[in-house]
Each structure stands twice: as structure tokens, then as C-alpha cells.
């Protein structure tokens, strides 16, 4: 092999050693998204299965056919796609609070009607807005 050709050979190996590494990178970074995504569905899921009365169906969008960060009242951080809020003010919801909302960083459920002591799971959630 030519000298030319063995520094062109190089660094085709090279671009593609990077590319391949780039691609095995980008694979396990969205699939520790999910991961992370998965988690908090699970803890929603809690927290729904908590409400004894929906009169407004407004967790009827709260299941596996639809991406969770586009449930009601849900909002996903853009970057890691991980639930940063929950906001269900005014939906008539009833029923216990979940300790497994904990990881929020902003609740709002003003008026509902919520029972039992509040979890101190959520003591440093930011509540409003």
C-alpha cells in the first residue's frame, strides 16, 4: 500500500471509529431518557391511581397509548424530557396525594379536594403557578 493510501485508509477507519462511537453514545443517552421517563410515568400512574373521582376525565389522557409528556396537566423538561410539572388546578379531582410525585419541581392542585396529610415527599416542591 502507498503511503497516500495507507494515511487515506487511516483516517477513513478513524471517521468511522468516530461514528460509530457517537452513534453507541446517542443510543444509551436516549435510552437512559426513557429510563428516567419510564420512572416518572410509573409515579404519575401512583398518583392517579390515588384519585377516587375525575368527574372531568382530565386524567382519562393518563395511560400507555399516549407519551407521557403529553398527558394533562403534565409538563417534561426539554432537554431530558423528565416531568418538571404538574399542574391539575380546578379539575375536581378527589382522593389521596401520592408521595411518588415527590420529584416535581412545581405542583399546583388548588381546588381540589384532596384527603389525608399531604406526603413529605413533596415538602420541597414549589408550589403554585
Known amino acids: ?3 497516500t493510501n495507507s494515511c487515506l485508509f487511516f483516517a477513513s477507519f478513524r ?3 468516530i ?7 446517542s443510543s444509551f443517552s436516549s435510552n437512559v431518557n426513557v429510563d428516567r421517563n419510564g420512572t416518572d410515568q ?3 400512574l401512583q398518583f392517579k391511581a390515588k384519585i377516587t373521582t375525575d ?3 382530565v386524567l382519562n389522557s393518563w395511560n400507555d397509548t399516549i407519551n407521557l409528556c403529553q398527558w394533562h ?3 417534561c ?3 431530558h424530557l423528565r416531568v418538571t410539572k404538574l399542574v391539575l388546578n380546578s379539575s375536581q379531582l378527589s382522593g389521596s396525594i401520592s408521595p411518588h410525585i ?5 405542583l399546583n392542585l388548588r381546588s381540589n379536594s384532596f384527603s389525608d396529610e399531604i406526603p413529605s415527599e413533596i415538602g420541597n416542591i414549589t408550589l403554585g403557578q
Open 42 to 44: 410509573l409515579a404519575l
Open 102 to 106: 415527590g420529584n416535581l419541581r412545581l
Open 19 to 25: 461514528l460509530l462511537l457517537l452513534m453507541l453514545f
Open 77 to 79: 423538561g426539554r432537554r
Open 15 to 17: 471517521i468511522h471509529a
Open 1 to 3: 500500500m502507498s503511503p
Open 73 to 75: 396537566g403534565v409538563t
Open 55 to 57: 368527574p372531568l376525565g
